[in-house]
């Protein structure tokens, strides 16, 4: 709540002090949030960093087995997810990010970019900075930022209802501890293993439309206390008691 006052406020000494805020040819959002702005409309065809940061946010809002890229490139498939962003929220769901657009994905993220109902540490509970996994710390903290706007989705598909992260990121070590697979997914940042409400079986079957290719829950050997989500190459789905 206090962070987004703090935008308004900022917003609002923007345009006291001069500054057009949201206008240009490309018809622009406004440029006053503490994580990323766009200044411009994007849409299919377009390309760039800013498309990029804008399929990190809504590459949860696909169809069933589904991945979007992080290419930078605005294709049919990141128009079809940013549809289905605007439809869950109910903007305008003409596929094409405008101001409207942005200014709910403002509204959805933290100053450091983390969606507002997650955040860095739920995604680790290892170590302070990300280091003794399968990657660079960088590339884990990214994956996690990444895992975290998918569940974000996943929240709001489910009635925006709270989802308890039990174990994110783990290094080679904190995996061990824990009894983890020599190739899990936690090394990498990547995965998420969620318990309480909804049921594990709700959990995994919500999961399959919202980017997760790797869904291992209830009937599964040792996941029958957690569901498990997270992006794998190799797609795999397994919870034989959930009916995956």
């Given at each position: 709540m206090f962070r987004r006052i703090a935008r308004l406020l900022a917003a609002f000494v923007m345009i006291a002090s001069g500054v057009v805020v949201g206008v240009g040819a490309t018809a622009g959002a406004a440029h006053a949030d503490e994580c990323y702005s766009w200044s411009r409309t994007l849409s299919q065809g377009a390309s760039g960093n800013d498309v990029t940061q804008l399929q990190i946010r809504v590459a949860g809002w696909v169809t069933s087995g589904e991945r979007l890229s992080y290419d930078g490139q605005y294709g049919a498939r990141t128009t079809a997810a940013v549809r289905k962003f605007q439809s869950a929220y109910g903007l305008t769901a003409d596929g094409i990010a405008g101001?409207?657009?942005?200014?709910?994905?403002?509204?959805?993220?933290?100053?450091?970019?983390?969606?507002?109902?997650?955040?860095?540490?739920?995604?680790?509970?290892?170590?302070?900075?990300?280091?003794?996994?399968?990657?660079?710390?960088?590339?884990?903290?990214?994956?996690?930022?990444?895992?975290?706007?998918?569940?974000?989705?996943?929240?709001?598909?489910?009635?925006?209802v709270p989802l308890t992260v039990s174990s994110g990121f783990r290094s080679y070590a904190c995996n061990s501890a824990v009894g983890g697979a020599a190739g899990s997914r936690h090394l990498y940042g990547d995965a998420a293993d969620l318990t309480g409400s909804p049921s594990l079986c709700r959990l995994a079957q919500?999961?399959?439309?919202?980017g997760f290719s790797e869904i291992l829950g209830p009937g599964y050997p040792d996941h029958n206390d957690h569901a498990h989500v997270a992006l794998d190459?190799?797609?795999?789905?397994?919870?034989p008691n959930c009916g995956i």
């Amino acid at each position: 709540m206090f962070r987004r006052i703090a935008r308004l406020l900022a917003a609002f000494v923007m345009i006291a002090s001069g500054v057009v805020v949201g206008v240009g040819a490309t018809a622009g959002a406004a440029h006053a949030d503490e994580c990323y702005s766009w200044s411009r409309t994007l849409s299919q065809g377009a390309s760039g960093n800013d498309v990029t940061q804008l399929q990190i946010r809504v590459a949860g809002w696909v169809t069933s087995g589904e991945r979007l890229s992080y290419d930078g490139q605005y294709g049919a498939r990141t128009t079809a997810a940013v549809r289905k962003f605007q439809s869950a929220y109910g903007l305008t769901a003409d596929g094409i990010a405008g101001p409207a657009t942005f200014s709910k994905l403002y509204a959805l993220q933290d100053a450091d970019c983390t969606p507002v109902h997650f955040s860095y540490a739920e995604l680790n509970r290892c170590n302070s900075d990300w280091s003794g996994g399968a990657v660079s710390a960088a590339t884990a903290k990214a994956n996690a930022l990444k895992t975290m706007w998918k569940l974000e989705a996943m929240r709001h598909a489910l009635g925006d209802v709270p989802l308890t992260v039990s174990s994110g990121f783990r290094s080679y070590a904190c995996n061990s501890a824990v009894g983890g697979a020599a190739g899990s997914r936690h090394l990498y940042g990547d995965a998420a293993d969620l318990t309480g409400s909804p049921s594990l079986c709700r959990l995994a079957q919500e999961a399959r439309t919202h980017g997760f290719s790797e869904i291992l829950g209830p009937g599964y050997p040792d996941h029958n206390d957690h569901a498990h989500v997270a992006l794998d190459p190799s797609p795999y789905w397994s919870a034989p008691n959930c009916g995956i």
